[in-house]
Every structure is written in C-alpha cells, then in structure tokens.
C-alpha cells in the first residue's frame, strides 16, 4: 500500500491527566498550584500517546507524517514543552504521553567499540526531552495568573447580568449539592471548586462515589462548563478574557511557520497545558459555533491537532481537530470560522495581531509592572501602566 498521506507535520495542545488533589483556584485570581499525576492519569496520558502514534506515526495512517520516524525517536523531529509550576501534573503527563508515542523497543540500543550492543533500559526506554516552564520563567503557559487586567475583568463578570443570571439558575443544585462539600463555599462564585472536589471524590473516593447521585456529578459538570466558559472567553479575539491562548499562539504559528521551511526537522510539536487554553482557543477560532458541545472544561487527556499539509497549487493548509480525552475513540474536525481548513497565512492574519508574544508584551497586557519578571522592564513613561507620567511630557 502507499500511502497518500500529504501531512508535513503536526502541533499538538494537550491537557494533562487525573490527579489526585483538588486544586483550589481563588474566583478573585484564579492563582492555583497544580496536584499530583495519578496512575489513572498516566494511563490516560499514554493511551493518548498511542492514539497519537497510531494516528501519525502508522505508515499506513491517512494522517501519517512524511518522513517521521516511527519506531526509534529521533529527537530533532519532536519539541515538547510543558507547564512545571507547583505539582508535576503536567509535567509528568507530557512525560506518560511521549511513552505511549514512542514505546520501548529492542532497536534502542548502541553498539560499543568492542562490539558489545547495550540496549537502554526497561525494554528500550527511550527517552525524549522534555521543556519544563515553571511559572516564574515566563508567563505563556499560565498567562492568567498575576494578570492585574484579568482580575479586574473577573470583578466586572461577576457583577454582570449574565453572571448573575447562571448564579440563579444554578441556586436548585448549589443548594442540593452542599452537604456533599464537607463545609466548602457553595456559592456559584466558587463553581469550578465545587466541581473539582467532586469530580477528584467521586473518582477517587469509593465511600463518596456511593453517596453522591451521579445527577449531581452531572449538574455539577453541566454549570462548571457555563462557568468556566464565561471567564475564559470574550467577545473580541484580543480580549483579556482570551489571554490563556494568545500566549499560546506565537509558538504555535511559529512552529507550523517553521515546518514549511526546507531546513526545518521538527514534525510533531506538543505543548502540554491545563484546560483553559481550550476554552478561548476553541472561542477565538469559532469553533464553538458550528460545534457548541465543545465550549467548557475538556476531560483529561484531551488534545487539539493543528495539522499542516500542503496541497497541488503549493498552499499550506491547517485543519484543527479535536479529541475529548479518552472517552472519545477518534479525532473529531472542528470548523475554523466555518471553513474545514484555513490557508497557514490566513489563520495567521486572523490571530496575530492578538497575541501576546513576549514577557515583555505580556506585563504591558495585564497591567502588571512587578511579579513575573516585568520589574525588569521601565514602565516609567508609560501612559497607560504609569498614569502620573503624562504630566512629564
């Protein structure tokens, strides 16, 4: 068979594995340290590394990558890099999902100067690197937390009609569910806290899993997902209620510009994230219009394939597509502004201009002057981050 397959590589979004804690996230900030990877939450993380290997690693794959290598990793063709603040979480999923992509073989192994072969151990393990972030190194990954225009945009969703409007509809389940909250705050301020601890109970706790009516998981899931949809969206693509994905997309145009190029080796980049990325990824890009079950909290284990292919007339082509964790068998295609695939210059052009591409760009995008490395640049004479400066000019 040959394969026909025109794909010359592919960027991946995934959101990390089950963990074992909850992970308190003040409504006022949405500051958070992560919790710790379960044996659960690896599994799911390699099952996903398989599917990504059977998806583009498989010769005989539709959605195969031109010239990947498929049994010994070759490390040039693959940039991983994960979010490592608090907990190792994330860190260690990017680690779980990579072992499923590429899985031990016997053809790991070196042959010395006096002829001895030396297989790596644990079958072939192989090991591929991963780019660990932590939070105080630069913002891109959890460009949410410390962002002063992020929490004053909080303050104004929660005095808003809408806002409102979900806390009363939502008054019949915060009020059924509190005995079940072992003394926490039941107030829809506080939803994604509420569904967390749920959600890490009923999964993890035998005793609660008994107790709680899965029609209250159910709600729990169905108002978490209003929530969460309604801080991490806005309604232009620059909006700061959008930051979590416009610090994203700089490497992601950057490393599908790059796989265009002749020089360039990498074939399969991942960037291994929390969920909210999703939420104003899939908001920016229209994708929740034609498919609207999709806004809200992704599962676990969730990915979201920007894959690059280059058709007759030499255009570079992107299709987005997406897959709910590990409940979900295949890839499903999402529409970009209503089309299958946009052209790479088009999707650019659609999404540059609100990206926040360095450190710099991101303390002038959340009033931020201080924390995270933004006391080293001079906002003196700046108008907007330095009021008091435009009496100096």
């Given at each position: 068979?040959?394969?026909a397959?025109t ?23 949405y500051?958070s ?23 583009y690693l ?5 959605s195969?990558?031109q ?22 979480v994330?860190l ?10 590429y ?15 030396v ?8 090991y591929v ?11 891109s ?11 004053a ?9 809408a ?17 079940y909250?072992?003394?926490?705050n039941n ?14 109970q009923?999964?993890?706790n ?8 899965k ?11 209003i ?10 693509p620059?909006?700061?209620g ?21 020089n ?17 990824m ?19 284990a ?7 292919s280059?058709?007759?007339?030499g255009q ?9 964790g ?8 999402l ?12 999707l ?17 995008s959340c ?10 640049f ?16």
């Amino acid at each position: 068979m040959v394969n026909a397959s025109t794909l010359l590589g592919v960027v991946l979004v995934a959101r990390h594995g089950d963990r074992f804690s909850t992970v308190y996230q003040n409504p006022s900030t949405y500051d958070s340290v992560q919790g710790y990877l379960t044996p659960l939450g690896a599994s799911q993380e390699y099952e996903l590394g398989q599917f990504l290997r059977n998806t583009y690693l498989n010769p005989q794959s539709p959605s195969y990558i031109q010239g990947i290598n498929t049994d010994v990793v070759d490390v040039d063709q693959l940039y991983v890099r994960a979010d490592a603040g608090g907990g190792d979480v994330i860190l260690d999923s990017a680690y779980a999902l990579m072992q499923g992509l590429y899985p031990p073989t016997p053809q790991s192994c070196i042959t010395l100067g006096n002829g001895k072969v030396v297989t790596s151990p644990l079958g072939g393990y192989q090991y591929v690197p991963v780019e660990s972030l932590e939070f105080w190194q630069a913002p891109s990954l959890t460009s949410w937390m410390d962002c002063n225009y992020f929490q004053a945009n909080l303050v104004r969703l929660y005095s808003g009609v809408a806002f409102n409007a979900n806390a009363a509809a939502a008054a019949p389940f915060l009020q059924a569910v509190e005995p079940y909250l072992n003394g926490m705050n039941n107030s829809y301020l506080n939803m994604w806290n509420i569904y967390d601890y749920l959600n890490v109970q009923y999964t993890h706790n035998q005793t609660f899993y008994n107790w709680l009516p899965k029609t209250l998981m159910e709600q729990a899931r169905y108002y978490a997902n209003i929530h969460q949809q309604t801080i991490f969206t806005d309604s232009l693509p620059n909006g700061i209620g959008q930051v979590a994905i416009r610090t994203l997309w700089p490497e992601i145009f950057w490393t599908l510009g790059n796989m265009t190029l002749a020089n360039n080796t990498v074939k399969l980049a991942l960037t291994e994230v929390d969920y909210k990325p999703f939420i104003s990824m899939f908001n920016t890009t229209n994708a929740t219009v034609t498919d609207p079950d999709i806004a809200g909290i992704v599962d676990y284990a969730s990915v979201v394939a920007f894959e690059l292919s280059q058709n007759t007339q030499g255009q570079y082509n992107v299709a987005m597509k997406f897959k709910n964790g590990t409940n979900d068998s295949a890839f499903r295609p999402l529409k970009m502004w209503g089309n299958d695939s946009v052209v790479l210059k088009t999707l650019k052009h659609r999404l540059d201009w609100t990206t926040i591409n360095t450190t710099n760009n991101w303390c002038f995008s959340c009033n931020q002057t201080i924390l995270r490395g933004c006391s080293v640049f001079n906002f003196s004479n700046d108008p907007y981050l330095n009021p008091t400066s435009i009496g100096n000019h």
